[in-house]
């Protein structure tokens, strides 16, 4: 808000762009997390399933090893088991 009213007194038409810019972002992250939280706070029926942990530990284990090895240096070791 700052740059766009800065902008509008000095008359400045890249600050006040500038400054536009910074408002929409602001405004499209607070309508997102409004959203969300409106999602979240709505009471759903719960739909319950049979899930298996090694589908889903399948399915993380490349993220997680690319992550960790890359930013930690920690090496992962996966074993599945039957």
């Given at each position: ?6 902008g ?52 993380l ?22």
């Open positions: 808000m700052y740059l766009v009213n800065s509008f007194t000095k008359g400045n038409q890249p600050q006040i762009q500038e400054g536009w810019q910074i408002v929409k972002l602001t405004v499209e992250r607070i309508r997102k997390m409004v959203l969300d939280i409106l999602y979240y706070a709505k009471e759903r029926d719960l739909i319950f399933q049979i899930i298996f942990p090694n589908s889903v530990l399948k399915s284990k490349s993220v997680i090893i690319r992550k960790y090895l890359v930013v930690f240096g920690i090496l992962f070791v996966y074993h599945e088991i039957r």
